[in-house]
Each structure stands twice: as structure tokens, then as C-alpha cells.
């Protein structure tokens, strides 16, 4: 058993990117299933008329949250507390990781077993629970062939989603003896005989293990209610069986009440598998009968995102990676190349303001987009990604030569006679301008052809022909 491979060192988008692209079968398998999760998308959102005035809400209410987020987030622990949970706050990774090991210690477990979460991915809880003893397994079939595969996640719904049938097929009877029961002899890459695997395979986990650990979709304020939505049963066996509950959840996930619940309840679903509700809605308050609960609210870099006037709107996001499904740099590229678990268009704007943009990599982020808008068009809560990815743009910090450069076009282009000098001047020297640029500006020109320069300008033109009426 080996513990999950980390994006940690990895370089900056546009290599990790040139490598993927050369993986054909990596694009088939992207292709087909982004093409298929977005057409059925768009077929149930088009069966809503007032879908505008429900992202408008949804939108409405993320940001009315997180202007107001300190007095929800108070209301949400007293509400928790008197239901009988705990609640802990974690400032960052670390903070959190060293909260819920000692709160497995304190149980006496040495597993547990993990409903999909993005924060607990985010915070690398699984390896630092290995680091203490404990072995974490994680439930959902496409994390399970994620950590089985000891692989990375590449899609915020569907983390397995760079697999096809028969690697997954080959994943099961190759590394499923090793982390519990055996995937069955002659296992074939039928969906129901992999699924059927997954399931005999799950079922002993979740009847041995008395530790759970969760995320949520959303936490309701005025009644300290935990919400998750799932599809396929994995996440109401761990809310439900074992002894202890422990879910860490990022402080933006807050809602004010359940009124506001009901918005959201139509757009994650539809937004994000396409369906018009999950097939399975959890929500639990405080500790029930028999099970203890602690509650882990987690902000690493939150505050720090909601400083930004620009930036913040990332925080309204839900995860349902419509933007992941409609970006043409995320079909082609795949989630790997963005070093992050959070991939795609959300993650080129996410990463980079929780992590910083101090990495090649992370400051690579901002510039692993078109600016196309798709994301913007489907985004269930209105982020504005194109926005937010010009507004990072501003914050990296660009080789000395680039900021020269700028500077001297910012000093041309600020004044008109400036420009026209330098536009005659060009179209005089245009003969000597090769088609190649030379160095590092070679980049630009080995997938592109340098524009012709005009032997005179447009304005000259006009000025000498009266508008061409001479
Ligand atoms: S940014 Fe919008 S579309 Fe993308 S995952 Fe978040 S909520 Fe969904």
C-alpha cells in the first residue's frame, strides 16, 4: 500500500500542458466525458425558466455570506455546539491536519474511512494522517481509483475522470488485495462488474470502521446543519455508521438559512452532473444518538482571498465544475497540469490566491486560460473567471525583460505623436524585420507568423487620402 503521489514541485502549467497534450488517449477519455457531462448539463438547465434569476440568487446570497461572514460563522458554532457537536478552527493546513489526528488518537482508531472532499485534499489530510499512523479510505468510487491507482485527482466531480474502463478494471484486480478485499477473478471493464467490485470491496470498510471524516456542501447558520450531496450511497453509510464524525469544511461554505438552501439546491445539481436532484441528500445537525461530531472550519488563505474586492467572487464557487466541462485548455490539457486539486478554470483563479503566486507554477496559473468566457457563461454563481484572470495577471511577477518591454510600449502607446513616430519608423525599417523573432521571444514565433508592418499607417493613410475620398 503506498501512500498518494503529491503535486508538490511540479513545474509551471505550460509544461505540465505540452506533455499532456501528447497523450492521445488522455484527450479521448477528457473529450468524451467533459462532452458528455455538458451536454446533459445544458439539456436540464433549459428546462428552467427562471435560471438567470437563480444564478442572480445564488450569486445574491454567496455574497451577502461573505460580506457578513464573521457573524454567520459565529451563529453556525453556536448553533453547533447546542446540538452537541465541537467545533474547531484551523487557520491553516497544518492547524487542521494536527486537529482531526488528534481527534482520531483520542478515538483509538488507526483508519477511517472519507466521504470526497475538496478541503481535505486541499489541506493533504490524507498523507498527514499516514505521517501519524492512520490509514484513511476514501469511499467514492472515483477517489477510491484515484488513491488505488496512487494517482492524482484531475476533476473536481469525477477525480478519476483522465481513466477509462479498462485501466480502471486493471487498477481494481492489480491494487485492490492490498487495501482491503480483492477485486473478484475475471473481473471484466463492464460498468455494473467494476461498480459491483467497488462495492463488495467498500461494504467491509464501512461495517469495520468506527471513525468517519467529511466535508460538506454547504452549513446552514441559523441551525448548525451540515449538507452533502452525493450520488452513489458512499456518503450517507460514513455520515451515518461510524461512532465518530469529523467533517472539515472551508468557512466559505456557509449559507445564512434554509430558505437560501432551496436556490442551491436546484443549481449544484444540474450544474455540476448534470441531474435535476442527487440521488442522495444528507444533512445532520450537532451530534446524533450514539455518533459524536466535531465540526473542523478551515480557512487557509479564505480571509486572505476575501481582502481582494476582485478576487473574492472565487469564493462563491460550489464545485460543481461546470467550467471544468466547457473549458477548451481543461479538455485538452487535463487536470494534472495545473498542480493543484483544484483544476481547470476554478482553479486557475483559486490556486494561485490561496497558495500565492511566489511558484513558477502557481503564477503559470492565471495565464492557463483562452479568456474565452465559457466558464463565466456556466457558472451556476456568476464568477466572473475571465475577470479574476486578468486581475492575477497583475500580481505575477514577470522576467526583467518582459517588464522593460511593456514599459517601453506603455511610454509609446501614452502619446499619440509617439505612436505615429514610432509607426513610420517601423514601416520604414520593415524590410529588415525577420520572420523569426530571436531568443526568448522565439517562443512567440515558432507557432505563430509575425504580422506583416504596413508601409504606412492607417492614420497616415487617412490623413493623406481625406478618408480615401482623394
Ligand atoms: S467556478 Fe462556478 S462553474 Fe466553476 S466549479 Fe465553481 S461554481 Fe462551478
Redesign the pocket.
Known sequence: MSGRATFLGMPAFPVNAAAAVQDSQLRFNLRKATHTIRGRRASVVAEVPDWAELRAAGRQIKDHTLRNLERYLLRLEEAVTRAGGHVHWAADAREANRIVAGLVRATGETSVVKVKSMATQEIGLNEALAAEGITAYETDLAELIVQLGDDWPSH?LVPAIHRNRSEIREIFLEKMAEWGRAAPEGLTDEPRALAEAARLHLRERFLSTKVAISGANFMIAETGTLVVLESEGNGRMCLTLPETLISVVGIEKLLPSWRDLEVFLQLLPR??TGERMNPYTSTWTGAVEGQEFHLVLLDNGRTGVLADEVGRQ?L?????????NVCPVYERAGGHAYGSVYP???GAILTPQLRGTTSDLDASLPYASTLCGA?FD????A?D?PEVLVHLRGRVRHPRAERLGMRAAGWVFDRQERLTRAERVAGRLRRFVPRRLPGPLSAWTETRDLPDIPPESFRDWWDRTDGGTR
Not at 462563491?316 to 471544468?324: G, M, Q, V
Not at 456556466?378 to 454563481?381: D, G, K, L, T
Open positions: 473536481i450544474s455540476s472565487a462563491r464557487c460550489i464545485r460543481c465544475s461546470a467550467c471544468l481547470g478554470p476554478i466558464c456556466v457558472c451556476p454563481v464568477i473567471i
